[in-house]
């Protein structure tokens, strides 16, 4: 079995991810699959022997989607177009959708009411050609596959009410006048559903951000060529050969100067040389290595000429263990997605039935002189669930949510952290540059016999910011790779009890993982590569400003500045974040709960001659998005 972590283009909502990890599953020799609606990935395990990955993307592409396992296609690039592809089907569907309006209201008039249909009627192809296309294109894919998506549901309601709309321009007088019923046309409907899916769309894209950026900056942190000691023929001795370094084999002898980085994890042979290991150990000071010490890919010689033993190469150094977990986290999942896939995978289909059993019922309880009104129902039905909504329900409250927290100096990049951050109750935290701020020294050698303070400060309002994690009954832990005496220092000065010293990134890795094995919701700050490790499996990451670009990329939140008191804050606006994101969501299952029942015109059987039609219908759907994001906008005055 192998696992791989792919790249998926297409997906735009949570039933895309859950259609791709359906379609993904159902293959024969697919054992397990994670699909990551956030990173935009999927983490397959499969046999190689029973399925190729070209095999697997022929099958997602067609279901409307796109797996990237070329080398040569660049997925930063891809998104990037589809991003501004969007931006600018998102403008001129709202300019043709306003064009449509105007003259639906007759606030521009272009004749009498045949021209002013047959003139909306050419407006709103224009909108489902040029801005919905792809809408037709995903849901007639999927219909082939029966599978069913949010883009079946907006192609269908918006192609009925077209359909229906083209046929009263041009028939309904002789149809519908004889037999004494008022007809309409709901050009109007069609591109407003086009307008605000598209909208809800962008602002999930703008609320998205890519982590893949972080694994190809950990995989640059290995070098591409060593330097080993090979055997000449020609002058018969032992000479130093500069070969790739997917060509090194364990025993190989491998030297590396001064400035250059270390291509393995090793055995020292022969040293005079000093380490920055800080990207492991996260600690400032070179570490003058000595025969028999360890050695790690990714670290820097800072002094002198290092040789040493390759002992793990590959996928077994320790930096390949900080790729792979960073990678596998990058496609978890967090609990409101897995309940969204879980709706997601029945909310189509169920509008769907609910549209056909509304027609078949109008239709045949009332006979043909009812095949009006079960048109309108059941057109009713389809415009009136569309789910923009629901589709604006998180982006909007996370767009407003991360602007808030931007302002407190809190990045916060996915709904994932957001979910979780309310929910913690135990906190890892590094201790060099995320604690304390090291000082800058010229002479390392000086810097080492002076005493702790010197070496490094506490960050202000640390010791106030873990009083007030304490106060919300998080139990704090520190890490740190320095020595016992200063680690014991600093963890009394932040009024921290529990602590731990020269620790290494697994042993932080492994502390997040006992916790959760305990049934905690852990927290993991750190400013590091040596912390990406423990950030990678943390039920939430925090990165500090200042620190590395990897742990800034892996981390889900990023803390400006020194003050540590961000990290309350990040928790208390996760609280009232995911609440506004838990209304929206309320308002928009209620708005289809009340309104698809009036729309099937269920008022009739209790003697109430009501009736949400097509236009209404058009104008709820549109209100309950206004109102998703005004709801969202006041997360705007919160404190």
Known sequence: MEKKNIPVIGMMCAVCSANVERKLRSLDGVKDVAVSLPGRSAQVEYDPEVISLQQMKDEVAAA?????????????????????????????????????????????????????????????????????????????????????????????STAISFIFSVFNTFWGDSFWTPRGIAWHTYYDASVMIISFVLTGRLLEERAKNSTASAIRALMGLAPKTARIEQYSAETKQMELCEVPVAT??????????????????????????????????GEPLPVSKQTGDKVFAGTIVKS?????????????????????????????????????DKIALIFVPTVFVLSILTFVLWYFLGGSGMLPRAILSAVSVLVIACPCAMGLATPTALMVGIGKAAQKNILIKDAVALENLRNIDALVIDKTGTLTIPRSRDN?????????????????????????????????????????????????????????????????????????????HVAMVGDGINDSQALAVADVSIAMGKGTDIAMDVAQVTLMGTDLRRIPDAIRLSNKTVGMIHQNLFWAFIYNLVCIPLAAGLPFLFGLDFQITPMWASALMAFSSVSVVLNSLRLKFVG
Request: proline share 2%.
């Open 64 to 156: 409307g989607y796109d797996l990237v396992i070329e080398d040569d296609r660049s997925v930063k690039e891809i998104e990037h177009r589809s991003f501004v592809l969007l931006r600018r089907k998102m403008v001129l569907a709202w300019v043709l959708s306003l064009l449509c309006m105007s003259v639906s209201m007759g606030w521009i008039r272009v004749g009498n009411a045949d021209i002013a249909n047959q003139t909306m009627l050419i407006i709103s192809l224009a909108c489902m050609i040029l801005c919905g296309r792809q809408f037709y294109i995903t849901a007639w894919k999927q219909l082939r596959h029966l599978t069913a998506g949010m883009d079946m549901l907006v192609a269908m």
């Open 444 to 520: 390392l050698k000086e810097e080492r016999g002076e005493g702790i303070t010197a070496r490094e400060t506490l960050k202000p309002f640390a010791r106030e910011a873990m009083q007030e994690l304490r106060e919300r009954g998080i139990e704090v832990y520190m890490m740190s790779g320095d020595v016992e005496e200063a680690v014991r220092y600093w963890a009394n000065e932040a009024g921290i009890e529990h602590y731990q010293s020269k620790v290494m990134p697994q042993d932080k890795e492994n502390l997040v993982r006992e916790l959760q094995a305990e049934g905690k």
């Open 304 to 340: 002198g000429t290092l040789r040493f033993r390759a002992e793990q190469v590959g996928e077994e150094t320790v930096l390949a263990g900080i790729i792979r977990m960073v990678r596998e986290a990058q496609s978890s999942k967090a609990p409101v997605q897995r309940t969204v």
């Open 248 to 281: 090194l084999g364990k025993g190989d002898i491998v030297e590396v100067r001064a400035g250059e980085k270390i291509p393995v994890d090793g055995c020292v042979t022969a040293s005079d040389a000093g380490v920055d290991e800080s990207m492991i150990s």
